[in-house]
């Protein structure tokens, strides 16, 4: 799987996730190739920001342990692919719908990528900025979930999707809310 079908994947879904599933992509190399380079985006990009302009986003900022919280977000990041792939299986189970734990799991390894990449808009230190690109990057993940589960699983009613989609976003929203709030705000 290559980083080019990630924007395909949000524009044109119903033709790539069909795609990716007729390749049977390894799941192993998507982690490996995709998934882990890009998982590293973040931790490394809110390093950077908060050492080189943590003061001017957030006063205080730069005197934070910047690489205790790179390497929490790291293992934070790594963790919760696996929770989603074990959530999204659930919850589609739970809502009448069906998907394979590969599938499930390659819709967990993919719809993180528009998130990490926002990581990116940290390079500017502006405050209102980087929360208007992770929040969109948020909504590019929450779509290229709803997409991926809505081609990958056995579900032709959007409603039963849009519900995995929800939940599953929903509590991983929380968990990562339980966790970086005493990290930043501490």
């Known amino acids: 799987m290559g980083f080019m079908l990630i924007p395909r994947m949000v524009l044109a879904p119903r033709e790539v996730w069909p795609e990716l599933e007729e390749q049977r992509a390894g799941l192993f190399s998507v982690l490996f190739y995709t998934v882990l380079p890009i998982s590293l ?20 900022w730069s005197l ?5 919280i790179a390497a929490i977000l790291t293992a934070g990041e790594l963790i919760t692919i696996a929770v989603m792939g074990w959530l999204i299986k659930i919850v589609a189970g739970g809502v009448g719908s069906r998907i394979s734990c590969h599938d499930a799991y390659l819709v967990a390894a993919v719809a993180p990528v528009p998130l990490w990449l926002s990581s990116l808009s940290l390079l500017i230190p502006d405050l209102a900025l980087n929360v208007l690109v992770i929040l969109a990057g948020l909504g590019a993940s929450c779509a290229l979930m709803y997409h991926g589960v809505y081609a990958l699983g ?33």
């Open 41 to 60: 985006l973040p931790p490394f990009m809110f390093y950077n920001a908060g050492i080189h302009h943590g003061d001017a986003m957030v006063a205080g």
């Open 64 to 68: 934070k342990p910047w690489g205790d």
């Open 154 to 186: 056995d579900s032709d009613e959007a409603i039963e999707v849009a519900s995995v989609t929800h939940v599953v976003m929903a509590l991983l929203m929380i968990a990562w809310a339980l966790l970086l709030v005493p990290l930043l705000l501490g």
